[in-house]
Each structure stands twice: as structure tokens, then as C-alpha cells.
């Protein structure tokens, strides 16, 4: 919201393609200057001096780190708001460095050869068809999503720039489109953007799936400010701020990564990741008994730390949410 003053924070989370959320890589706060408003459009306006420079400089952080990371791969996952020509352009070869996969906002962008690229990927054959279930949000139902996948390689065409020439980039677009959504919803239609190259159904399907992963964050942000409350703090200035929000993005995390660790590894043992004063307590208090001299499954414990936060435990409960387990926390 353009208008709202206060800090502001771009944090980047690390999760798996199994969605289990590894820590923070990065945390970007900004706080906005008298007159900044409406600045950000502005096409003369150096993109350093914008707030949307946290989109690149975030994937310059992760490109840094995958340097590092000998066998590890980073792809640098965001939304329509990261789709910046710069990042394209920092996109480095395939074989080193971290990769980039960003939605589009635009789908009318030129190409460089005067082609539209939403034409162009219109044109292209389906590549693959995938499906999977699309939460509740937003006061839409949960439901299940059937996508076609097209692919194509694209070079865009630069914009143009008063204080720097862009140089052309090659990428890869995908486009999900849903071509029978329910009669009483939107079709789920999605045009991505990136480096790797997509010749085979999988790897269409895989480009997609790192894209649904993408709504960990939004789940990150909702522990943050509705279980830690951190819109709620009575702290003034940014020096005080930035601590304690820090402290409590730390919070947000382990409560999140207990409530996908529990679903991915549900037998690993609880002390893996609870102190011994914290699994022995909750057993205690939940189940009125001695705890056994071996710590129980970590599925057992989050079960057990989830009841104190509202969770009925019931036999066809499935596993408990992140609120039941913040709560169950607190407790």
C-alpha cells in the first residue's frame, strides 16, 4: 500500500520442493522518505533508488550463497512484483550460480524479434498436464486445479533506459492455463519466466511445482503477524524494530518447519528437533503420565503440542495447522 508509512520487510525463505521451510536467507527492511510515493513508476527513477531494487538484490544474496554451495541448487522463486528486466538480466549460466523462476505481470512483453510474447506461447503445443489442490484463501474454497503446460525459448526485447542499455536475454516462458475451471471460479492461469531450459513434460511439471512452493511464504507471513503479532508491537523507532523483528521471524519459522517437518518426516524421533525439558513437559500436561525414557515420534509430539492450541486429534483430523501449533506453542 503505497501510501502506508512504518517499516518494511522482504524477507527470503528457504524451503525444499518438499515445502519444508529451511531458515531465512535474507531479511530486507526499508522504511519510505517524505515524497517517495508515486517515485516508483517514475521511468527516469534509477532502479537503485526504488524500492523494487529488493528483487534483485535479493537474488544477487541467494546467487552469492549458491556460489558457496557446492551441491546444492538455489532457484530464486517470487511473484508478479520481481518480474524486473534487471533480474534477467543477472541470471547466470545454468551451471553456476542460482536460477530464477518469476511470474509475469505483462504478458504483452516484445520480443525481440517485434513478436508478442503471450502470442508466442499461445501458439506453442501443450507440453504437459498436471493437477494439484489449491488451498483456501481470500474467501475462495479449496479445490482441485487442472493445468496445460506450454513452453517456449524466447529472447525478450530490453527496455529502454535513460541511464543504462539493457543488453537482450534469452529465457524460458511457461504457460498454465486451466481450460475447464468450475463454473462459479476464475480459471488458474499462470505465464512464468525463466533461465533453465524446459524441453521434457517433467521438467515442465517440475518448473510448476517449485512455483506452488511459492505459498509457503504467504503462510510464513500469516504466522508472523497473526501468531507472533508483530504489526502489534509498540516499538518506535527502527533500531528497536529490526531486533525484534528478527527475533520473531525466528519464531515464525520453527513453527512453520514443525508443521511441515511432522508431515514430511513423521517418524523421525521428537528430540531431533525439541529439547528434552520441552517434549518430556508437553507429555506431562497432555497425556496426565511419566514420560517414557524414549522420545516419542516427532508426528506424535506436534499432535500433542497442537491439542494445547485448540487441535482435536481426531481420527480423521488429518495434521494439524501452523495456528493450532503457534497457539499450542505459546501454551
Request: with cysteine; proline share 8%.
Amino acid at each position: 500500500y503505497e501510501a502506508r508509512w512504518g517499516l518494511y520487510l522482504h524477507p527470503t525463505l528457504a524451503l525444499t520442493p518438499e515445502r519444508v521451510p529451511l531458515g531465512l536467507l535474507d531479511a530486507y527492511t526499508w522504511v519510505r522518505e517524505p515524497g517517495s510515493i508515486g517515485q516508483e513508476k517514475d521511468p527516469n527513477r534509477p532502479l537503485e533508488a526504488k524500492e523494487s531494487v529488493r528483487w534483485v538484490d535479493g537474488f544477487a544474496r541467494v546467487n552469492a550463497l549458491a556460489e558457496q554451495l557446492a551441491v546444492t541448487r538455489l532457484t530464486y522463486i517470487a511473484d508478479r512484483e520481481a518480474a524486473i528486466y534487471d533480474l534477467f538480466v543477472e541470471a547466470p549460466c545454468p551451471e553456476r550460480g542460482a536460477d530464477w523462476l518469476v511470474r509475469v505481470q505483462h504478458t504483452d512483453r516484445l520480443l525481440a524479434d517485434g513478436r508478442k510474447l503471450r502470442a508466442v506461447i499461445d501458439a506453442a503445443p501443450v507440453l504437459a498436464e498436471t493437477s494439484f489442490e489449491r488451498p483456501a484463501s481470500n474467501g475462495r474454497r479449496a479445490r482441485t486445479v487442472h493445468q496445460q503446460i506450454k513452453a517456449v525459448r524466447v529472447t525478450l526485447k530490453p527496455p529502454a533506459r535513460p541511464d543504462r542499455t539493457l543488453a537482450e536475454v534469452t529465457v524460458t516462458a511457461l504457460l498454465a492455463t486451466e481450460p475447464d475451471p468450475p463454473a462459479d471460479d476464475d480459471p488458474l492461469d499462470w505465464l512464468l519466466l525463466t533461465n533453465l531450459t524446459v524441453d521434457t513434460p517433467e521438467q515442465a511439471i517440475e518448473k510448476l511445482s517449485w512455483y506452488l512452493c511459492r505459498w509457503q511464504i504467504e503462510v510464513y507471513f500469516k504466522v508472523l503477524k497473526s501468531g507472533c503479532r508483530i504489526e502489534q508491537l509498540q516499538l518506535e523507532t527502527r533500531e528497536r524494530l529490526e531486533p525484534a523483528l528478527a527475533f520473531y521471524m525466528i519464531i515464525a519459522w520453527r513453527v512453520l518447519y514443525l508443521t511441515m517437518r511432522g508431515r514430511d518426516c513423521p517418524e523421525m524421533p521428537c528430540d531431533t528437533v525439541f529439547a528434552e525439558e520441552e517434549w518430556k513437559a508437553v507429555y506431562l500436561v497432555t497425556q496426565r503420565k511419566p514420560p517414557p525414557a524414549e522420545p516419542p515420534s516427532l508426528n506424535t509430539m506436534v499432535r500433542m503440542i497442537a491439542t494445547l492450541g485448540g487441535f482435536l486429534n481426531r481420527k480423521h483430523d488429518g495434521f494439524p495447522g501452523p495456528k493450532t501449533l503457534w497457539i499450542g506453542l505459546q501454551r
